[in-house]
């Protein structure tokens, strides 16, 4: 539906849950009230949602025509999947398409992205718990009861480098806001990687779930 009024530019932005218990969550708060810079510049962008950025760029803000499509979807050697073009969604891009495959307790993003002239990718992940790095990968634990679950999250193509986690948002949850008025809020994280300039693009993460 693109980005018309009460919906971000988050088109091919997607959540992971296991045993009700949150992975990778949608950034950003609503503040206090409506159209507060953090409100506006950053909950309802497409840096808030676990989707790409271009040269740093997101998708058309309040914009119906920056719409995303199933294209496909359906089941194959036990792996299901889901097609998505997100053209429309990149008025930068000439082609892009996220593909997701579900196979028991792993799941495969991929993205390939083609631009009329290099251009860099950002990859964005947020999450309530705070993931811990090695090297460009990253894992995000969470207790289940008696239980150690874990997403293992592992770039397995595409050049991603530079991975990057903070608790800090892009535009901070009271700025512009009066000190009486400011809120607090539970900290949330935010992974990046990056990508060299290149006009076409094709990224593979592989999220796997494992229990202890």
């Given amino acids: 539906f693109g980005s018309g009024s009460h919906r971000p530019a988050d088109q091919g932005s997607f959540a992971l849950f296991y045993h009700g218990k949150s992975f990778i969550t949608p950034s950003g708060y609503f503040g206090r009230e409506y159209g507060t810079a953090h409100h506006m510049q950053y909950t309802d962008q497409t840096i808030a949602a676990n989707a790409v950025l271009i040269d740093g760029e997101g998708q058309p803000f309040r914009d119906v025509r ?14 299901s999947y889901v097609r998505a073009d997100l053209t429309a969604a990149y008025p930068m891009l000439t082609n892009y398409t996220r593909t997701f495959r579900l196979a028991g307790r792993t799941v495969i993003i ?8 290099p251009v860099t990718v950002t990859y964005n992940l947020h999450s309530l718990a705070k993931p811990t790095l090695a090297g460009e990968c990253a894992r995000i634990t969470r207790e ?53 300039k ?10 796997e779930i494992g229990e202890v």
């Fill in 66 to 79: 920056a719409v995303g499509k199933i294209v496909a979807s359906g089941e194959k050697n036990g792996v």
């Fill in 144 to 196: 289940d009861g008696a239980h150690t679950v874990t997403l293992a999250i592992v770039p397995l193509c595409g050049g991603l480098h530079g991975l990057r986690c903070t608790d800090r948002f892009a535009v901070d949850l009271n700025e512009g806001v009066p000190e009486e008025y400011r809120v607090t809020m539970p900290t949330q994280y935010h992974l990046s990687w990056q990508t060299e």
């Fill in 198 to 207: 290149k006009s076409a693009h094709y990224i593979v993460m592989r999220y």
């Fill in 110 to 117: 991929e993205d390939a992205i083609e631009a009329t002239r």
